[in-house]
T-cell receptor, first 115, second 114 residues
């Protein structure tokens, strides 16, 4: 069964600290993996998109890594800010056949940054 | 560009009522999608469209209908609202020929059915 699991479910950190969010998936075949940020009451906004040939991709203070062999990804946030408080969603895109273009969503990690 | 816009932002329906959630995008994307997001759960695909005149079911299509008469608009219709349809609904669009391009989401419509 094609699934995307994220951990932890929620996380609280102090402003200025770093954190790492995890994503494991079983989607196969696989096209790309995306990390989205969803602020409360808003739609998801894309942070990074990685294909199976990419190991890492950065977007400012956000760095995503991908290990397509173990089907694991992580999102590292450096020097957290209060505005980083949001839900971070891992999304895997299917590769071909019946899964082509189909997106599989994780439940998200709810990050809270305290001052 | 306004991106993906959705109306209304909030709506309360009584059981059995019907309504249409509107979605418009101005990016000339060929793919459009409707998702629902229940509390603490991942987004689930209701319907999608690969272009004007073409629609297809996603994971959870029961109780919903869609149409795609233009590239820009992709309305979602609820015919007989049920409490199980209480959720936040997101419309999204993407470019490309295979649906693997980045998806851009609207702000969502929060629907409550009482």
């Amino acid at each position: 069964k094609n699934q995307v699991e994220q951990s932890p479910q929620s996380l609280i950190i102090l402003e200025g600290k770093n954190c790492t969010l995890q994503c494991n998936y079983t989607v196969s075949p696989f096209s790309n993996l995306r990390w989205y940020k969803q602020d409360t009451g808003r739609g998801p906004v894309s942070l990074t998109i990685m294909t199976f040939s990419e190991n890492t991709k950065s977007n400012g203070r956000y760095t995503a890594t991908l290990d397509a062999d173990t089907k694991q990804s992580s999102l590292h946030i450096t020097a957290s800010q209060l505005s980083d408080s949001a839900s971070y969603i891992c999304v895997v895109s299917g590769g071909r056949g019946s899964t082509l273009g189909r997106l599989y969503f994780g439940r998200g990690t709810q990050l809270t940054v305290w001052p | 560009n306004a991106g993906v816009t959705q109306t209304p932002k909030f709506r309360i329906l009584k059981i059995g009522q019907s309504m249409t959630l509107q979605c418009t995008q101005d990016m000339n994307h060929n793919y459009m999608y409707w998702y629902r997001q229940d509390p603490g759960m991942g987004l689930k695909l209701i319907y999608y469209s690969v272009g004007a005149g073409i629609t297809d079911k996603g994971e959870v299509p029961n109780g919903y209908n869609v149409s795609r008469s233009t590239t820009e608009d992709f309305p979602l219709r609820l015919e007989l609202a049920a409490p199980s349809q209480t959720s936040v609904y997101f419309c999204a669009s993407s470019y490309g020929t295979s649906g693997t391009g980045e998806q851009f989401f609207g702000p969502g419509t929060r629907l409550t059915v009482l």
